[in-house]
């Protein structure tokens, strides 16, 4: 007996997905509000919210999240608990920045996209080579940067 186990589980394809919009969001991690919520606190804390979509296949809308990997050298053999691990790497990004690139993504989804332009502009002012701040200026552009009448605060996630 030979069982698929991408029959068995939507959420092989869900890690796919994700796995690919690494490349579209131009980060090193991409993670789902499913995986997020498993995260402590303190981690979670860490983490910077880029988007809510859906994926080919699904209606269940999914926030997405990233962990800002600072430049470390990896040192062979090092065993960290994940917390002991998020303790000792904190994220390359600035507090201030992901607190401003917050409220960017909070007023896109809000549907306020001509403020969360200003605001995600600042960020990328800063950082120029941000990929979610990219995306999202991307995203509004197509639309003037006025979210459609029909705008629930997601959108399809275009990557395969």
């Known amino acids: 007996l030979k069982i698929d186990a991408s029959y068995l589980s939507p959420n092989v394809n869900v890690a ?3 796995q690919s919009g690494t490349v579209q969001f131009q980060v090193d991690i991409l993670m789902s509000d499913v995986f997020h919520r498993m995260l402590s606190p303190g981690v979670q804390a860490l983490c910077r919210r ?5 994926m080919k ?3 269940e809308p999914l926030a997405l999240y990233t962990f800002d990997v600072p430049d470390i050298a990896v040192v062979e053999g090092q065993d960290l608990s994940l ?3 998020f303790d000792r790497y904190r994220p390359k990004l600035s507090d201030n920045f992901r607190r401003r690139f917050d ?6 989804l809000q549907g306020r996209w001509l403020e969360a332009k200003a605001v ?10 941000d990929g979610p701040c990219k995306v999202l200026m991307e995203v509004m552009k ?5 979210a ?7 959108r399809e996630l275009t990557s395969k």
């Open 120 to 129: 995600i502009e600042k960020c990328l002012n800063d950082r120029p080579g």
């Open 50 to 54: 880029i988007d809510k979509v859906t």
């Open 16 to 18: 796919s997905r994700l």
């Open 142 to 146: 197509e639309s003037n940067f006025y």
């Open 83 to 85: 917390d002991a691990f």
């Open 103 to 108: 409220t960017g993504v909070d007023l896109y």
């Open 57 to 59: 296949g699904s209606t």
């Open 148 to 154: 459609p009448a029909s705008w629930e605060g997601v």
